[in-house]
């Protein structure tokens, strides 16, 4: 699996934008961007996905470079509640639901009043 | 949005017993689910894939005589950690995507966190 880098920490104040970013140069042409969040003591919740272009959701917006070398999760007003291990994933979708997800060490997003 | 359930989500046994945990998908038929590790502070580990009706398949390094897989309905997965021991205390996840109408998500049960004495 092409891996991903992503900051061990990253810090926001409540109610302003937060990027994440994701380096991932090996990525391949069928490789899929994931986005996932812990929070403490939970099982992992979705985020958001892409392939090339940019993707809005409810959650949260993704930005692919052009070249796909890297990603940025764009949330665009961090609240107490965004605070969470955010982990970039790359994965295959063309295998099916088979696909499997394979975890780095993420990102750990404080937020603060 | 889907539902994946786990239970239990928090059990305590003695060394050498075996715990069974449940992974059910409540909304959705699930021929495909996978279940991860993750202890402190560290990031989830895939153990295995549970493939409805078929064997699991493992990842390197996971024992599969330790770690028995059974998916025997379209929605039920378990995992048993046969003789447990204090080393295999840790937080078991599983996940699932739906066999039908699939967006590339993954739905994340809450989590089983398994002491043994």
């Given at each position: 699996?092409?891996?991903?880098?992503?900051p061990?920490?990253?810090e926001?104040?409540?109610?302003?934008?937060?990027?994440?970013?994701?380096?991932?140069?090996?990525?391949?042409?069928?490789?899929?961007?994931?986005w996932?969040?812990?929070?403490?003591?939970?099982?992992?919740?979705?985020?958001?996905?892409?392939?090339?272009?940019?993707?809005?959701?409810?959650?949260?917006?993704?930005?692919?470079?052009?070249?796909?070398?890297?990603?940025?999760?764009?949330?665009?007003?961090?609240?107490l509640?965004?605070?969470?291990?955010?982990?970039?994933?790359?994965?295959d979708?063309?295998t099916?639901?088979?696909?499997?997800l394979?975890f780095?060490?993420?990102?750990?997003?404080?937020?603060t009043? | 949005?889907?539902?994946?359930?786990?239970?239990?989500?928090?059990?305590?046994?003695k060394?050498?017993?075996?715990?069974?945990?449940?992974?059910?998908?409540?909304?959705?038929?699930?021929?495909?689910?996978f279940w991860?590790?993750?202890?402190?502070?560290?990031?989830?580990?895939?153990?295995?894939?549970?493939?409805?009706?078929?064997k699991a398949t493992?990842?390197?390094?996971?024992?599969?005589?330790?770690?028995?897989?059974n998916?025997?309905?379209?929605?039920?997965?378990?995992?048993?950690?046969?003789?447990a021991?204090?080393?295999d205390?840790?937080?078991y996840i599983?996940?699932?995507?739906?066999?039908?109408?699939?967006?590339?998500?993954l739905?994340?049960?809450?989590?089983s966190?398994?002491?043994?004495?």
């Amino acid at each position: 699996d092409a891996k991903t880098t992503q900051p061990n920490s990253m810090e926001s104040n409540e109610e302003e934008p937060v990027h994440l970013p994701c380096n991932h140069s090996t990525i391949s042409g069928t490789d899929y961007i994931h986005w996932y969040r812990q929070l403490p003591s939970q099982g992992p919740e979705y985020v958001i996905h892409g392939l090339t272009s940019n993707v809005n959701n409810r959650m949260a917006s993704l930005a692919i470079a052009e070249d796909r070398k890297s990603s940025t999760l764009i949330l665009h007003r961090a609240t107490l509640r965004d605070a969470a291990v955010y982990y970039c994933i790359l994965s295959d979708l063309n295998t099916g639901t088979a696909s499997k997800l394979t975890f780095g060490t993420g990102t750990r997003l404080q937020v603060t009043l | 949005g889907a539902v994946v359930s786990q239970h239990p989500s928090r059990v305590i046994c003695k060394s050498g017993t075996s715990v069974k945990i449940e992974c059910r998908s409540l909304d959705f038929q699930a021929t495909t689910m996978f279940w991860y590790r993750q202890f402190p502070k560290q990031s989830l580990m895939l153990m295995a894939t549970s493939n409805e009706g078929s064997k699991a398949t493992y990842e390197q390094g996971v024992e599969k005589d330790k770690f028995l897989i059974n998916h025997a309905s379209l929605t039920l997965s378990t995992l048993t950690v046969t003789s447990a021991h204090p080393e295999d205390s840790s937080f078991y996840i599983c996940s699932a995507r739906r066999a039908s109408g699939n967006t590339g998500e993954l739905f994340f049960g809450e989590g089983s966190r398994l002491t043994v004495l």
